[in-house]
């Protein structure tokens, strides 16, 4: 089945996380990294599953928040807001990781060897993630985009 997302201006997209329908087989994790990078594990993903307690499991991703303190916090502008996604300007880059520190969602990661930014871009508009959760823990909603600009 083939899932295709048009991102728009008047509504902002956010995978939401059910943590009820989560088995923590990280299975998100590994298509991520695998549809990104061609290969398998937790710190290439973009999406993280981590556990809590014996019932507590939590999702860390970029929510596309409309502080996007990320922006805000990269002292060389090289992160913008574009077609609904947080864009990395690797050119501009100098992988300090302010953008890490300064996302309130846990949903920015330094890539381990090249240190530039992994933040979720839907993969494009057919997220993997999504797709192959085995149990539908993971769905994608739209909310208001209440916030224009960047």
Not at 10 to 38: G, N, Q, V
Not at 41 to 54: N, Q, Y
Request: glycine fraction near 8%; charge should be positive; charged fraction near 25%.
């Amino acid at each position: 089945m083939t899932m295709s997302v048009v991102l728009s201006q008047e509504k902002k997209p956010l995978i939401r996380f059910d943590l009820k329908k989560c088995a923590y087989c990280k299975i998100c994790e590994l298509s991520c990294s695998h549809r990104h990078y061609k290969k398998f594990g937790d710190a290439l993903s973009r999406i993280t599953i981590i556990r809590k307690g014996p019932t507590m499991l939590k999702c860390f991703i970029c929510t596309r928040c409309d502080k996007r303190f990320c922006i805000g916090a990269c002292p060389t502008k090289a992160l913008s807001y574009k077609g609904g996604n947080i864009e990395v300007d690797p050119s501009l880059c100098n992988s300090c990781g302010d953008c890490v520190e300064a996302c309130p969602f846990h949903g920015i990661k330094l890539h381990p060897e090249t240190k530039l930014p992994i933040i979720c871009d839907l993969c494009g508009g057919d997220p993997s993630c999504i797709k192959e959760c085995p149990k539908g823990a993971l769905s994608l909603i739209w909310l208001p985009e209440s916030r224009k600009g960047y």
